[in-house]
Every structure is written in structure tokens, then in C-alpha cells.
């Protein structure tokens, strides 16, 4: 597996940005230029990736594709084509987006967000993104998520199963789904479930870490990996069941000095049970 996280660092060139993503000893990397770049400067930073053994591992296309408002869904299938489009010229590993939300925040819970026909709307509009852009080089993959599909193994294999399009795959965030305090305390057993389940699709993942608090009723908050309480050799003893170049990727911290302890904690870990990030 290849470790990547956000860059701090200005770079004003495709050859800056590697030595920036090489000097943070990291092998994965987010997106380095957005939709708007020219064909030119993102073939640069394509060939710039190869070159440096950089894999560049996802293009984010953060928006609501099933909001109820029928302009911000308009929008926001027209965004996901376009990162789509700018995954298969970087050769991507994926584009990643959640599902969507029917609910006033786009990335929020909702009652609306577990009906036949919301699936049935997921399954049309990911159709839409892929059919539009029929990617070759990159895959469109939904985050998993608390609080709207996929947030289980199973619900993302019946989407895939559903969507029935190549270029459809997953992208995995076992914290974001552990969403209840038997996933919590059995989260070895959930992670597990998760790589035997989704393996072969997987195409990318975000690692964090989790805690569990003593407010009544039940509160569970992501933290950095190291601040929890999840068993982080056995994790990357799951995560690297996957195929060799997967990227895990830190995300959600605010500052460099807090990336940089976080990869200094997994990689101290992976070394424990022997693996090369």
C-alpha cells in the first residue's frame, strides 16, 4: 500500500510537486490541479507522477447529486462529470464523491437517505456521471458514510451490483462507518468484513482513527490515527490484503505539523508488522 496525505507546500510546477509529495517520504498523492488546468499542464503532472513512482490517487468531486433541489443536482452531476473527466486524464486511481444527501446538508443525515427510491436515484445518477465521461484510465467510486449508502460492505456490493458499470468501484472509509458502538468494540471484525467483502473493487481509502465518548447516549468522533482507540497494526494488517499500490490516504487534520505526526504513527505501526508504506 502507498501512504499519501494533503501538501501544505506552494509548488509552481509539476516537478515541485513531486519533490514536495518525495520529501514527505509519501507515495500516494491527492489530486495536484483542479478541472480547470489545461490539457498540457495535466498530462505534465501525469508523466511528472510516473516518473517519481507517484501514484496520484484520487480527484474529489465534492457535491449533492440527489438534492432535492434540481439546480444543485444539475450542478452538482455536471461537477462530477468534469472531475471524472480530469481523473481519467491524470490516470487517477478513482474520483471519489458521496452518494448525496436528500436532507438540507449535502453530506448529512436524513430519513429520505434510506429508501428504495433513493437507491434506485443513486443508481440512475452514477449511471449518468460514468455513461457521460466513459472513463478508461479511472474508476467513479462513492466514500462510505455514516448516514447514507453505502455505509455497510454489503450496501455498497449491491450498488456496484446495480450500477453494473466497469468503471464503477469503491472507495473505503471503515471509520466512516462505524456508526455504532458494536462496530466500535468489534471494528477488527468489521475491517475485516470490509476487505473480504469489497476487496477486488476497492480502489482507494481514508485512514483515521476513533474514539468513543461518555456523553449519553452514544458519541463516536474521528481523531487522528494514534489519538483513538482502534487497533492500528491490525488495520494495516487488513488494508494490505488489498492490491500492492492502493493508497491510503490522512485527511480531516488542519494543519502540517498534525499530518506529519499522524504519518509518523503509521508508519511506526506498519513497521511493527513489517509492511512498506
Not at 194 to 209: E, F, N, Q, T
Request: charge should be negative.
Amino acid at each position: 500500500m502507498r501512504l499519501g496525505a494533503p501538501l501544505f507546500a506552494r509548488w509552481n510546477s509539476p516537478e515541485e510537486w513531486a519533490d514536495t509529495v518525495t520529501t514527505a517520504r509519501y507515495r500516494a498523492a491527492y489530486a495536484p490541479v483542479d478541472e480547470h488546468a489545461d490539457a498540457q499542464t495535466i498530462a505534465a503532472y501525469r508523466q511528472i507522477a510516473s516518473a517519481h513512482d507517484i501514484i496520484i490517487a484520487e480527484v474529489g468531486a465534492w457535491s449533492n447529486p440527489l438534492s432535492v433541489d434540481a439546480t444543485t443536482r444539475a450542478q452538482a452531476i455536471t461537477f462530477c462529470q468534469a472531475r471524472l473527466a480530469l481523473a481519467d486524464e491524470l490516470g487517477a486511481r478513482c474520483c471519489v464523491n458521496i452518494a448525496g444527501s436528500r436532507g438540507s446538508e449535502w453530506d448529512g443525515p436524513d430519513a429520505a437517505n434510506y429508501t428504495e427510491d433513493t437507491f434506485a436515484l443513486i443508481v440512475d445518477t452514477v449511471r449518468e456521471i460514468i455513461d457521460a465521461v466513459n472513463p478508461t484510465n479511472t474508476y467513479y467510486t462513492l466514500e462510505t458514510m455514516p448516514w447514507m449508502y453505502p455505509d455497510s460492505p454489503e450496501s455498497y456490493l449491491s450498488l456496484i451490483k446495480a450500477i453494473d458499470r466497469p468503471q464503477f468501484a469503491a472507495h473505503l472509509d471503515p471509520i466512516n462507518m462505524i456508526n455504532s458502538v458494536e462496530r466500535f468494540y468489534r471494528h477488527r471484525l468489521f475491517i475485516s468484513h470490509c476487505i473480504d467483502v469489497l476487496g477486488p473493487y476497492i480502489r482507494a481509502c481514508h485512514i483515521k482513527d476513533m474514539v468513543i465518548e461518555r456523553p449519553f447516549v452514544v458519541s463516536l468522533r474521528e481523531t487522528a490515527p494514534g489519538r483513538g482507540s482502534l487497533d492500528y497494526a491490525y488495520v494495516l494488517r487488513q488494508l494490505q490484503r488489498l492490491e500492492s499500490d492502493t493508497p491510503v490516504l490522512l485527511e480531516h487534520l488542519s494543519e502540517a505539523a498534525e499530518y506529519d505526526a499522524a504519518a509518523t504513527y503509521v508508519r511506526a505501526k506498519a513497521a511493527e508488522v513489517g509492511i512498506e508504506l
